[in-house]
């Protein structure tokens, strides 16, 4: 994974990046010499939507977040509940599996937040073949997947939101 360290005091804050984990919950401040370094956890102050039907899974999901120092919301089992949070949280990017409780199935969260224009990746075991064209670019995961493989997706999401 990839840590994000910020060094005030260049005008600009410049960003290095440094290889390995950062499961600090948050962001942290630190000396080394004469400068101040600041570790960012990928997701730092992030509202991140999950939109999972098993519970397991969604822990997991809930869990990785708030260790990269997200505000996970959710996880919500159907379009209904999903909605509801969406009404209810500025959601910066959101996590989605296909198909949800009594077979339902995410497309309409997914057209909300493209209109919303909210990053989003498909965590799923359903093939992708059941994607509609208009979700075909964006990331999809495979279960099983590795929670920090989806952290890091939407965290490149976000910064290219970011940059444009």
């Known amino acids: 994974m990839i840590s994000l360290m910020q060094v005030p005091g260049n005008g600009l804050d410049?960003?290095?990046?440094?290889?390995g984990p950062c499961?600090?919950?948050?962001?942290?401040?630190?000396?080394r010499?004469?400068?101040?370094?600041?570790?960012l956890a990928l997701l730092d102050g992030r509202t991140i939507l999950i939109?999972?039907?098993?519970?397991?899974?969604?822990?997991?999901?809930?869990a990785t977040l708030?260790?990269?120092?997200?505000?996970?919301?959710?996880p919500a089992n159907s379009v209904e509940s999903a909605?509801?949070?969406i009404a209810d949280h500025a959601v910066d990017a959101a996590i989605l599996d296909i198909r949800l409780s009594k077979d339902e199935l995410v497309f309409p969260v997914a057209d909300t937040l493209q209109a919303l224009?909210?990053?989003?990746?498909?965590?799923?075991?359903?093939?992708?073949?059941?994607?509609?064209?208009r979700h075909g670019d964006r990331p999809f995961f495979d279960k099983p997947f590795r929670a920090e493989e989806i952290v890091e997706a939407l965290a490149k999401l976000l910064a290219g939101r970011n940059a444009g």
């Open 33 to 39: 010499g004469s400068q101040e370094w600041r570790v």
């Open 23 to 31: 499961n600090l919950g948050g962001a942290q401040t630190f000396s």
């Open 66 to 74: 708030a260790a990269e120092g997200a505000t996970p919301v959710g």
């Open 51 to 62: 939109v999972e039907n098993d519970p397991t899974i969604g822990l997991d999901l809930l």
């Open 117 to 133: 224009r909210v990053p989003y990746v498909f965590a799923s075991g359903r093939s992708t073949a059941l994607m509609p064209l």
């Open 14 to 19: 410049a960003l290095k990046v440094a290889p």
């Open 83 to 85: 909605f509801a949070l």
